[in-house]
């Protein structure tokens, strides 16, 4: 059984950082893309970063290039998304998700169930 389990979220200040986490688990994903989603209230859910496991390959929503880094670790099975000079308008349930698909914005088949993160001002 498919496991994505995401962690790290919390309360945040504008300008610092945090880190969130995804653990897979259930199958290989050396084949997958992974990616991080985010949704705000009354916002739909937005594409922020996703990975491909093999080569490390990245791509990023304009929303967040230059303060967002995905990366994973294979020997843990867990991709990160740290998050550098976080803002108020970054406020959103940060989900991770799978897909094995040929394009970033491909459908994703397994979802986490989310980690809020909140950025005070």
């Known amino acids: 059984q498919v496991q994505l389990v995401e962690s790290g979220g919390g309360l945040g200040q504008a300008g610092g950082s945090l880190r969130l986490s995804c653990a897979a688990s259930?199958?290989?994903?050396?084949?997958?893309?992974m990616g991080w989603f985010r949704q705000a209230p009354g916002k739909e859910r937005e594409f922020v970063a996703g990975?491909?496991?093999?080569?490390?390959?990245?791509y990023y929503a304009d929303s967040v290039k230059g303060r967002f880094t995905i990366s994973r670790d294979n020997a843990k099975n867990t991709v990160y998304l740290q998050m550098n000079s976080p803002q108020p308008a970054d406020t959103a349930l940060y989900c991770c998700?799978?897909?094995?698909?040929?394009?970033?914005?491909?459908?994703?088949?397994?979802w986490g169930q989310g980690t809020q993160v909140t950025v005070s001002s």
């Open positions: 259930g199958r290989t994903f050396s084949t997958y893309r």
């Open positions: 990975v491909r496991w093999s080569g490390g390959d990245t």
């Open positions: 998700a799978a897909q094995h698909g040929s394009t970033w914005h491909a459908t994703y088949d397994y």
